[in-house]
């Protein structure tokens, strides 16, 4: 409450609706815009400008003798800062460390995924006008752009996070936004063990795999993990090695020193001026890479990616959408196919089979927990068909009352060729790793 003239407490002002709460959000912000002098503004830091800010809205809710009490005035004040210095209503979603992705459909619906289950918020957009200005300064800041020429679009937010956004005439209804975030820090081993997406014998043969040179798969759905655990992966290779990453949207966070960072860039409004991902192998080949890092490989670059990884450059990693390790060496054989190279599918597969070592597979289970479901060897060619053993799998055994998932982790028993490999980079795998009677829930 605050006080009146006479030293007495007065009574704080209503809450107002929150229809009438937007509407005036809508108008101040207008306000705001015609008494501002955005050049003097330019001119302050961040802080400096937020203090200028609260002084004029406060003038203009004294000036137009709008009945606010003190938490209204508060929430106020960060709404248009927000608006003018962020992206508007999904700043408080985007500062919240346990949203792992925000959903927006249309204006009037956000969604936030938290521990793998979506929840409906409270949170809206003026109208689907108000929606696209946000559209607009996200993929702009990446020198992107989204209009009815070009109504899909991939960008990223400073702090890393993937931002897909489509809008009409391809989305119905009106705009659609979708983020995926990435904590500031990126998840370590240590955490994907607390969270038991895999288990203390995974986790060193993924060290190992990681400080030696073998060139891993990372095959997944949508949501699965997979450039969470390609960040954890990558955090094994030595600080003293030349790293080029080649990405869609550049979201990877990874720590070594000695990183060189690449992005893909779509044609201008005259259709020219792009840049793909097969272009990008190609340079990256002459930029003396220790490893190169594929995002994700989805076309006619998967031909280059493989003749790098047969040509010198070992220790590559990639991910690749698939439901399968076999399904996912499948999808990279008509990836190279898609190359126009006129290899017959035996050459096709050879040429997988001597640059690919591991395939491992992730998975979203239905409680929304992420695991590392299954980890196989590639060992060759059986007449036309690509053999692989499996070293590592999880098996669900069924679901508790409370809709958790309930299976354990073992080893199979067999121990891989890519050991002795291992032993000759200095990283030995005890034989124990792979013993089938350890068995982890």
């Known amino acids: 409450m605050a006080l009146g003239d006479d030293g007495q407490q007065a009574p704080s002002a209503p809450a107002m609706a929150d229809g009438a709460y937007q509407e005036l959000k809508k108008s101040m912000h207008q306000m705001i815009l015609e008494r501002i002098d955005l050049e003097r503004l330019k001119r302050l830091t961040p802080e400096q400008f937020k203090h200028e800010l609260a002084l004029l809205v406060a003038r203009i809710v004294d000036d137009e003798r709008i009945v606010l009490n003190q938490g209204e005035r508060h929430k106020l004040v960060l709404d248009i800062q927000n608006e003018m210095l962020g992206f508007g209503p999904l700043e408080p979603l985007l500062a919240d460390p346990?949203?792992?992705d925000i959903l927006v459909n249309t204006h009037a619906q956000v969604y936030v995924e938290r521990t793998g289950r979506l929840e409906l918020t409270g949170i809206s957009f003026h109208d689907n006008t108000h929606l696209m200005k946000i559209i607009e300064k996200i993929v702009s800041r990446v020198g992107r752009r989204v209009?009815?020429?070009?109504?899909?679009?991939?960008a990223r937010l400073p702090d890393g996070s993937r931002v897909n956004a489509i809008i009409p005439p391809l989305a119905v209804d009106g705009p659609i936004l979708s983020i995926r975030r990435f904590a500031a820090q990126p998840l370590s081993?240590?955490?994907?063990?607390?969270?038991k997406s895999l288990t203390p014998p995974m986790s060193e043969v993924l060290k190992a795999l990681g400080q030696a040179r073998l060139n891993v798969l990372i095959s997944g759905g949508t949501g699965s993990g997979k450039t969470t655990l390609l960040n954890v992966l990558s955090g094994f290779i030595p600080a003293s090695e030349r790293i080029v990453?080649?990405?869609?949207?550049?979201?990877?966070?990874?720590?070594?020193?000695?990183?060189?960072?690449?992005?893909?860039?779509?044609p201008n409004v005259e259709g020219k001026g792009e840049v793909t991902q097969r272009a990008l192998v190609r340079n990256a080949l002459r930029m003396r890479p220790d490893r190169i890092i594929l995002g994700e490989v989805r076309g006619a670059e998967a031909i280059d990616m493989l003749q790098a990884m047969n040509t010198g450059h070992e220790g590559s990693f990639a991910t690749i959408h698939a439901n399968s390790p076999r399904d996912a060496l499948s999808r990279l054989e008509s990836m190279v196919g898609m190359a126009g190279a006129n290899l017959t599918p035996r050459t096709a597969r050879q040429q997988i089979c001597s640059a690919i070592t591991v395939v491992m597979q992730l998975s979203r289970l239905t409680d929304g927990t992420r695991k590392l479901v299954s980890l196989q060897e590639v060992t060759g060619m059986e007449g036309d068909t690509v053999a692989m053993h499996e070293i590592f799998h999880f098996e669900q055994t069924g679901v508790d009352a409370q809709g958790k998932v309930q299976g354990h982790y073992y080893a199979t028993g067999v121990r891989p060729r890519f050991v002795e490999r291992l032993r000759m980079f200095g990283v030995p795998v005890p034989d124990s790793v792979f013993d089938p009677g350890r068995v982890y829930e």
């Not at 990453?245 to 893909?264: K, M």
């Open 147 to 154: 209009d009815e020429s070009s109504p899909m679009v991939d």
């Open 98 to 100: 346990g949203v792992s």
């Open 245 to 266: 990453t080649i990405e869609d949207a550049a979201e990877l966070q990874l720590r070594q020193p000695h990183i060189v960072r690449l992005e893909t860039r779509l």
């Open 189 to 195: 081993m240590e955490k994907l063990l607390e969270f």
